[in-house]
């Protein structure tokens, strides 16, 4: 956990970084934070999802008390941590990519790290967010809003009532999978 929280704390860095770096380049504006609000938090979801591991799984499976709620806040913590951290990075311009699209973009892709880490354990957690993230990366129209706001979200604008929608769900559903099952033991991770 130390190790995924420095990890968060340097993604944010690099991320404000990169950002001003982009905007200070002659014929670009602040739209040309686009890449470091999608992969920002897609390496701090990668950070987040790997230290979902637990290396007493079959002590977590046993105890007398319930786990629910310590797996819920072992995501819930770095998650709200990385946020707060990216909406430190990212700031003005909320209407394009700014810090809303960035805490957005958290939320779904832990989300998505959580329910991975479930599925199919904590160390390939990653895999899944990465995979989509560069699909849709590849794949997405230029102009944001429409349809693609539900199956691209994390390329929209900040303001996107139905990118919103969907990285929340991702949020619940993944967190609320994690907390329930915990991350799936693998034998590579015995």
Do not use: C, I, K, N
Not at 139 to 154: F, I, L
């Amino acid at each position: 956990m130390p190790g995924a929280l420095a990890a968060l704390v340097g993604v944010a860095v690099a991320a404000a970084w990169v950002a001003r770096w982009l905007e200070s380049l002659p014929g670009l504006d602040h739209t040309a934070r686009l890449p470091v609000v999608v992969f920002g938090p897609l390496v701090a979801a990668a950070a987040v999802g790997t230290s979902l591991y637990a290396p007493s799984d079959e002590l977590d499976r046993t105890a007398v008390r319930a786990w629910w709620p310590r797996r819920l806040a072992h995501v819930l913590v770095p998650t709200a941590l990385a946020a707060a951290l990216f909406a430190l990075a990212l700031p003005g311009h909320p209407e394009a990519f700014g810090a809303p699209a960035a805490v957005r973009d958290t939320l779904g892709l832990v989300g998505m790290a959580a329910a991975s880490a479930a599925v199919v354990g904590a160390r390939l957690s990653w895999l899944p967010p990465a995979f989509f993230v560069g699909a849709v990366y590849l794949a997405a129209p230029a102009r944001p809003g429409g349809a693609a706001q539900w199956w691209a979200w994390v390329m929209q604008p900040g303001p996107q009532a139905g990118a919103w929608t969907v990285a929340a769900g991702a949020f619940v559903a993944g967190t609320g999978l994690y907390a329930w099952r915990g991350a799936r033991r693998t034998t590579t991770e015995a």
